[in-house]
């Protein structure tokens, strides 16, 4: 179950505010569903937990059964949507892989991947590559560099074995590289668009042949889809969200920060970054996404949480229940005198900085929502994934904007060029 809580909202956001917002979240619901919003051509994400086949699921595990075989550690070449929601699910899942999974192609640094390379010496990886377009500058760079990296440890006949591409069907320079070295491949579908991909081969064959539980994660989304269909915001929670998130972006409050006082969720935070600054930020609006980890993040940005400007909204991602639990040990000369959390649990007292730090900064101005995960697992997650991918397409039409483009990213990439190579002599775009 995924609870979501808002009584620190008082003041904020009231039942008259919801009202009025009420018929804009139906219309955004029927525009979404009917197909007649912005960017409709890229809602293959709605319907798509329920869609996936469970045949599709355990040819990933034999695949996986193969993979783990062979290789003892797996490097996922990716960035932004074809990176964030894999790095997500691994961290917040923690153990539940059965091989290391490292990262490359989400940054240019040298010093990283030299890093890598160091990292990876003597062992032997597999590797995933997951590019939509199969033109993105990092992973292509990085991909060309892993490979050789391969060829001189294992020699060119292993590559065919180790290499995995997720790339479309027809179009791209990856899917060229995939037919031409006859490396297995997964097609990822046209109509959904890097950030809400996480459930399609681009999460689940990297989370899949690393081990973790890709059927759960299905079934975590297909419970949200199932859960979060209805047009009334009374009965929707993840609509709820969406339109209190633009009551409170049109009250001045500007930003909003993911906070979270499990250190697993941090690439969460960072997967929600894209996933709302994406699809939001563009034609002069949008709430700029945060994220916090507390209460390391309380030591450093808590003073500015408290009493800095107040155009800060925040939203909690709790869980009920932790993976693991430890105690706190009991001392017999008390010299720090904590001896009175002795015997209880961290997340006892990990709960208790919580509700207290939700009620002081309530009362410092920033109202704030908590969404609750009943368990940190591989279900609800998947779940979680798909209340925020459609919390952010209702978000993204109350706000007006097409929430499935990203025309700003481009900017950057058009410079780039331009001082990398002049036009005449580049092969991809
Ligand atoms: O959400 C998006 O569309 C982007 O963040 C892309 O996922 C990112 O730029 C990577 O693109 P690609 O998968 O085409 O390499």
Request: aromatic share 12%; charged share 20%.
């Amino acid at each position: 179950m995924i609870s979501f809580h808002t009584q620190y909202l008082k003041g904020f956001v009231n039942e008259e505010d919801i009202k009025k917002i009420s018929p804009a979240v139906a219309k955004a619901h029927a525009d979404l569903h009917g197909k007649k919003g912005k960017g409709s051509e890229f809602i293959g994400w709605l319907e798509l937990p329920s869609q996936i086949q469970k045949n599709f699921l355990k040819e990933l595990q034999s695949l996986a059964a193969q993979i783990q075989q062979h290789c003892d550690c797996l490097v996922s070449i990716g960035i932004g949507g074809s990176y964030l929601g894999i790095r997500a699910a691994m961290e917040f899942l923690g153990h539940a892989s059965k091989i290391p999974v490292y990262y490359a192609g989400h940054n240019i640094s040298s010093d990283y991947l030299y890093n890598l390379f160091e990292t990876l010496k003597g062992k032997r990886p597999g590797v995933v590559v997951i590019s939509k377009s199969g033109t993105t500058t990092e992973p292509a760079i990085a991909f060309r560099a892993v490979k050789k990296f391969l060829e001189a440890q294992c020699g060119p006949s292993e590559l065919t074995k180790r290499i995995i591409c997720v790339t479309d069907s027809k179009k791209g320079a990856l899917r060229q590289i995939a037919d031409k070295g006859g490396y297995r491949s997964f097609v990822i579908p046209d109509d959904v668009g890097g950030r809400f991909s996480v459930l399609t081969p681009v999460g689940l064959v990297p989370l899949a042949l690393a081990g973790v539980d890709v059927q759960s994660l299905v079934e975590g989304a297909q419970k949200g889809q199932q859960e979060y269909k209805e047009a009334d915001l009374n009965k929707n929670n993840c609509y709820r969200y969406a339109a209190i998130r633009n009551i409170l972006y049109r009250k001045g409050k500007k930003i909003e920060v993911f906070s979270s006082f499990y250190p697993q969720a941090h690439y969460v935070g960072e997967w929600l970054k894209q996933l709302f600054g994406e699809s939001e930020g563009k034609n002069g609006k949008g709430i700029f996404p945060a994220s916090m980890i507390f209460s390391t993040d309380l030591h450093s940005m808590g003073q500015q949480m408290q009493e800095g400007e107040r155009n800060i909204f925040e939203t909690f991602i709790a869980m009920d229940k932790p993976q693991h639990d430890v105690l706190i040990p009991h001392e017999a000369d008390n010299l720090d005198g904590f001896n009175y959390v002795a015997d209880k649990s961290f997340d006892f007292v990990n709960k208790k900085a919580y509700e207290a730090t939700a009620a002081a900064h309530f009362e410092g101005g920033v109202p704030n929502m908590t969404i609750g995960l009943c368990q940190a697992d591989v279900f609800h997650l998947g779940h979680l994934f798909y209340f925020f991918e459609k919390a952010v397409a209702i978000s993204g039409y109350l706000l007006g904007v097409n929430p499935f483009d990203q025309p700003g990213v481009e900017a950057y990439k058009k410079k780039m060029f331009a001082l990398l190579c002049p036009p005449s002599f580049r092969s991809v775009p």
